[in-house]
């Protein structure tokens, strides 16, 4: 699977429901369990979570994402994808999903569990290209 933005994610930008700038988004670390679906458009879509933490540092330059490299505490399991998604905080089960990344994230694992979630350093794909290209 290629990296991927949820098709519903982008409808939600065009319809001015997201707003990059102010909006809470986390990551969460996959199991090889979870099988993206363009179809899949909220958390309890999702299977194989290991654990989630906040996106901090959020910010977009020329069209691209980015944000500090994410730590994720008491991550049991080993992370082979991850996905960004728009946090609900009234109801996190229907936080939207954002994007699927699988290829060029790495992770740095500690012996307390914690898993950083260390972004990629090309200026042109960092967290994610806002145009969806990767």
């Known amino acids: 699977m290629a ?3 949820y098709p519903s994610f982008l409808d939600a930008l065009w319809n001015g429901l997201v707003n990059i700038g102010s909006d809470t988004f986390k990551v969460a670390l996959l199991t090889s369990s979870y099988v993206y679906s363009s179809a899949h458009t909220k958390y309890s879509d ?4 290991i654990a989630s933490a906040s996106l901090t540092s959020l910010s977009s330059s ?4 980015d944000a500090a ?3 994720v505490p008491a991550a049991v399991g080993t992370p082979l994808s991850v996905v960004i998604y728009q946090y609900n905080a009234g109801t996190p089960g229907n936080s939207r999903l954002f994007c699927y990344r699988d290829q060029g994230v790495g992770f740095s ?3 307390n569990g914690t898993v950083t979630v260390i972004w990629p350093d090309d200026a042109n794909v960092k967290i ?3 145009g969806g290209v990767a």
């Open 62 to 65: 020329g069209g691209v994402l």
């Open 69 to 71: 490299d994410t730590s």
């Open 3 to 5: 990296d991927a933005v």
């Open 109 to 111: 694992v500690s012996e």
């Open 128 to 130: 994610f290209p806002l």
């Open 46 to 49: 999702l299977t194989g979570v």
